[in-house]
């Protein structure tokens, strides 16, 4: 077993390195797993720009998945070797929340990637309590996307989706075309996918929506009303930021249903008309995490039924991470982006 292990290290706004790091020893209960690979998450990039809170310093990540390389004392159901992926969030178990099934609001929840060590090395460890087996035929790449699907069911779940309801998703990133599968295999009838991103759109083509919208060339709202004979029934925002927000709200026909995913920034605000909600009883829901959703999500990546590997544009090293950042700003041509801590 190796003593020491590369990782990356964020210490600030901008500041991070590649570093030369003991390996995690685990300890009563806890698991340590050899990383495969990492997705980067849209939260990786807002920890980069100093718009979202994590405890420096720290090892970044959490969508990875893996293997079992060591287990510690009192470990008995996973042993050296199995695949696995993890849910990164922990909580308190005896909160308020924790105790009424709603453990995602926990007050004292801890994030791996933000508050400790995550998958942005060779080695993470995890409790044993939020490390989960994966199906022997599951590649681990696409396991990693576990964490993010199970987010995105947790939305679908808010959004309360029905057969033969009229859905736009608002973003095809990953995570929008996450959810258009999900919201098709949901009953969904006709779903309209926004995007500026020309690759995104043919993306979200290939993977069945119904029509793709350029919000940069179209009038969203009359488009969407055009194709739907009316508004949407469900909304579900992948952006976060203001502006989709509010297109969100101009989206929906009276008693519908909008979701907020998109990670938006601390500071930003939105303006809502309140008579517009009122009158029209339009729900407005935040979507936080994952709470209870991870085996369903590594059955649907198991059984094939959601398409990740399409998603996957860019593969990098440990050593590349400025690059991987870069891209992610600014190539228009980018989806998802996956860190490879064993590629050399």
């Known amino acids: 077993m190796k003593e020491r292990m590369r990782a990356i290290v964020f210490e600030g706004r901008h500041k991070f390195g590649l570093k030369d790091v003991p390996v995690p020893q685990p300890g009563e209960k806890e698991v340590l797993i ?22 420096f310093p720290v090892i970044i990540g959490h969508e990875f998945a893996g293997r079992v390389e060591e287990i510690g004392k009192g470990v008995k159901d996973f042993k050296v070797g199995d695949p696995v992926t993890v849910d990164p969030n922990t909580t308190c178990g005896k909160c308020e929340w924790c105790r009424k099934g709603q453990k995602h609001l926990c007050p004292d929840l801890v994030n791996l990637g933000l ?26 790449e696409s396991a990693s996307f576990t964490e993010p699907l199970s987010c995105c069911l947790h939305g679908i779940d808010l959004a309360q989706i029905k057969s033969g309801d009229a859905l736009v998703i608002l973003g095809a990133g990953p995570i929008g075309l996450l959810m258009l599968q999900l919201a098709k295999i949901s009953g969904a009838e006709k779903v ?5 991103m020309e690759k995104r759109r043919n993306l979200a083509i290939q993977l069945g929506v119904d029509l793709a919208l350029d919000p940069t060339t179209t009038n969203i709202v009359n488009s969407v009303e055009e194709f739907f004979d009316g508004k949407a029934d469900r909304v579900i925002e992948c952006v976060g930021s203001s502006h989709t927000q509010e297109d969100s709200l101009s989206l929906i026909k009276p008693g519908g249903r909008v979701v907020w995913f998109g990670v938006a920034n601390p500071k930003a605000e939105v303006r809502i008309n309140p008579f517009n909600i009122y009158r029209n009883e339009i729900t407005v829901l935040g979507s936080f995490i994952n709470p209870y959703t991870t085996e369903r999500s590594i059955k649907l990546l198991s059984s094939g039924r959601i398409k990740v590997k399409d998603l996957i544009t860019h593969r990098f090293r440990l050593n590349q991470l400025d690059e991987a950042i870069r ?14 801590p064993w590629k050399r």
């Open 115 to 140: 508050k400790v060590n995550g998958g942005f090395a060779e080695y993470a460890k995890v409790k044993e309590a939020y490390v989960y087996h994966l199906p022997q035929d599951l590649d681990l």
């Open 327 to 340: 891209t992610y700003l600014n190539d228009k041509e980018r989806v998802k982006i996956v860190m490879k």
């Open 192 to 196: 309209v996918s926004v995007d500026p």
């Open 34 to 55: 050899k990383v495969d690979t990492c997705g980067v998450c849209g939260t990786d990039i807002h920890i980069y720009e100093g718009t979202f809170p994590a405890d």
